[in-house]
């Protein structure tokens, strides 16, 4: 009866005013890791604020990779073997995983018409990647150039659809916007250890994101970039280019491979997807709460001789 005698002016304000409202609380949420690694499905969808990604502050997630001198991945390790600084400020563990995961990744290949005579070459590196993957490990195919197309959602095949070997090359490259698609839709994932690799010559000129904005992204969904320079080497190779792939496996704890072919490459591929199975996964609650859309610069240690640790470098944090 009562919502017989409301008129329709009345009705629809009322109805508009739910939704404000609720917009105003989820302008209000910031992207939060939960804590119960049982949850981890429920990983939130990116939420953008001036086009910079909101970090949780609940809990910070990093992927550690630790190598001996000799590059052998070392086990056995402990929580009280690692230190975490961020911005310098030594940060508690809450979580600590060691056990063989399974893990999601996502392999980008560039398409662009710098690309036109390491296409084979790229599909090879790809099938080499897909190779060294266990059963319950997870992989999706991208290309790009001027856009970003995915070929294969994230499955248990180990060989690239039929589709990618008809594939030309096409002008401009979106490498950014690769990197960034690929992050959005590992975030989805229910994995906790997530790659991006990336098969490229390292050019950039078409992406409507930032380098900056692409490794946000990243970040938030805790992938890690791994990049493959596929240009010839030698004193024709485009430094500027190398540095952008540099850029992007190193900030986010990742690794630059620098040769585009044979046996180097070959081991290089087989020992990412072997570490990406042996990681460590630390968690911790910063210290700085403060939510001013800052980057943190984050730091892990070792104090063990003879052995390097890779993590992402950083995270921006939560903006009110």
């Given at each position: 009866m009562i919502l017989a005698q409301l008129n329709l002016a009345r009705l629809r304000n009322y109805l508009l005013l739910i939704v404000m409202l609720a917009l105003l609380a989820l302008s209000n949420q910031s992207a939060v890791v939960p804590a119960d690694a049982k949850s981890s499905r429920f990983l939130p969808a990116l939420i953008q604020d001036d086009?910079?990604?909101?970090?949780?502050?609940?809990?910070?997630?990093?992927?550690?990779?630790?190598?001996?001198?000799?590059?052998?991945?070392?086990?056995?390790?402990?929580?009280?073997?690692?230190?975490?600084?961020?911005?310098?400020?030594?940060?508690?563990?809450?979580?600590?995983?060691?056990?063989?995961?399974?893990?999601?990744?996502?392999?980008?290949?560039?398409?662009?018409?710098?690309?036109?005579?390491?296409?084979?070459?790229?599909?090879?590196?790809?099938?080499?990647?897909?190779?060294?993957?266990?059963?319950?490990?997870?992989?999706?195919?991208?290309?790009?150039?001027?856009?970003?197309?995915?070929?294969?959602?994230?499955?248990?095949?180990?060989?690239?659809?039929?589709?990618?070997?008809?594939?030309?090359?096409?002008t401009f490259t979106a490498l950014n916007d690769a990197v960034l698609r690929a992050a959005d839709d590992l975030a989805r994932r229910p994995e906790k250890r997530r790659a991006i690799v990336v098969l490229s010559d390292g050019g950039e000129n078409y992406s409507r994101a930032s380098a900056?904005?692409?490794?946000?992204?990243?970040?938030?969904?805790?992938?890690?970039?791994?990049?493959?320079?596929?240009?010839?080497?030698?004193?024709?190779?485009?430094?500027?280019?190398?540095?952008?792939?540099?850029?992007l496996a190193e900030k986010s704890g990742g690794r630059y491979v620098?040769?585009?072919?044979?046996?180097?490459?070959?081991?290089?591929?087989?020992?990412?997807?072997?570490?990406?199975?042996?990681?460590?996964?630390?968690?911790?609650?910063?210290?700085n709460r403060a939510r001013d859309g800052r980057w943190r610069a984050i730091q892990v240690k070792l104090p063990k001789p003879d052995v390097a640790v890779r993590a992402r470098k950083g995270y921006r944090a939560p903006k009110s």
């Open positions: 086009d910079v990604v909101r970090v949780s502050t609940e809990l910070v997630i990093l992927n550690a990779t630790v190598l001996d001198k000799d590059g052998k991945f070392v086990s056995g390790l402990h929580r009280a073997d690692f230190q975490v600084f961020e911005d310098g400020q030594e940060q508690k563990l809450m979580t600590f995983t060691t056990e063989e995961t399974p893990f999601a990744a996502a392999i980008l290949l560039d398409t662009s018409g710098s690309m036109e005579s390491r296409m084979t070459l790229g599909r090879s590196a790809a099938i080499r990647f897909l190779d060294g993957l266990r059963d319950e490990d997870v992989a999706a195919v991208y290309t790009f150039d001027t856009k970003v197309e995915q070929w294969q959602d994230f499955s248990p095949g180990r060989d690239l659809p039929a589709r990618v070997y008809g594939l030309h090359t096409r900056e904005k692409a490794l946000d992204h990243a970040a938030q969904s805790g992938a890690t970039i791994y990049a493959v320079n596929m240009s010839e080497q030698g004193v024709m190779r485009d430094t500027a280019a190398a540095a952008i792939l540099k850029n620098s040769s585009p072919g044979g046996q180097e490459m070959r081991d290089a591929l087989a020992s990412i997807a072997e570490e990406l199975g042996h990681q460590y996964t630390l968690g911790y609650r910063p210290v």
